[in-house]
């Protein structure tokens, strides 16, 4: 009897949620297809009834990463129609720059936990990254209503490239105490940022 569109779904699933842990936990390199079809508890035959190659996967592991504000599954998921758009990027920059993001390596976004896979990946996965990166620049840009529209892309960008890049800091450093610090002090700026405090007014 063949099984039903949703189990393919959710076995597909299953395997891209195995995949970005993985992957963001040792790297693309470092993990094999049969790692990632036992991790999400499959065996190697099924892996290209779905996917046509590891590259494919790693795309896709990218490109379908949910913010934790977004997943319905996290429970930091925000309602954003209850906010306005400038409560909306608070919430992704507390959220984003948190304890939690940092220690669970596992669930941690793409940008923070793959850059060095990226930079040497082939231009699907590159534009996948990038497209995380504009996800997250518009909820920025959208909480910036009274600046011109280049104004707010270059804020956008600076916010997340804040986020990302204090992230990473964190989680290179090994020192809890010089972790918590730059967090704190990149969601401090940012904060400030959003509410216009570091806007050049002339």
């Known amino acids: 009897m063949p099984y039903a569109p949703e189990h393919k779904i959710k076995t597909r699933q299953r395997i891209i949620n195995s995949a970005r842990s993985l992957f963001n936990q ?18 190697r035959g099924g892996f290209y009834y779905h996917f046509r190659s590891k590259d494919a996967l790693f795309t896709e592991a990218i490109e379908t990463f949910k913010a934790p504000i977004e997943d319905k599954n996290s429970r930091y998921c925000i309602d954003q129609e209850k906010l306005n758009q400038r409560e909306i990027a608070h919430a992704l920059l507390d959220v984003y720059l948190s304890n939690m993001h940092l220690e669970n390596v596992g669930l941690q976004c793409p940008m923070v936990a793959l850059p060095s896979d990226i930079s040497r990946s082939g231009p699907e996965s590159r534009e996948a990254y990038g497209s995380l990166m504009q996800r997250m620049s518009q909820v920025f840009k959208n909480a910036f209503t009274e600046n011109s529209d280049e104004e707010r892309q270059e804020m956008a960008l600076v916010l997340s490239s804040l986020c990302v890049g204090g992230m990473v800091l964190a989680r290179t450093i090994d020192n ?3 972790s918590d610090a730059i967090l704190d002090a990149a969601k401090k700026f940012g904060s400030r940022m959003i509410e216009g405090h570091f806007i050049d007014s002339e």
């Open 26 to 43: 040792k790297g693309f390199n470092e993990v094999s297809i049969d790692e990632i079809m036992a991790d999400a508890g499959l065996t």
């Open 176 to 178: 809890p105490h010089k």
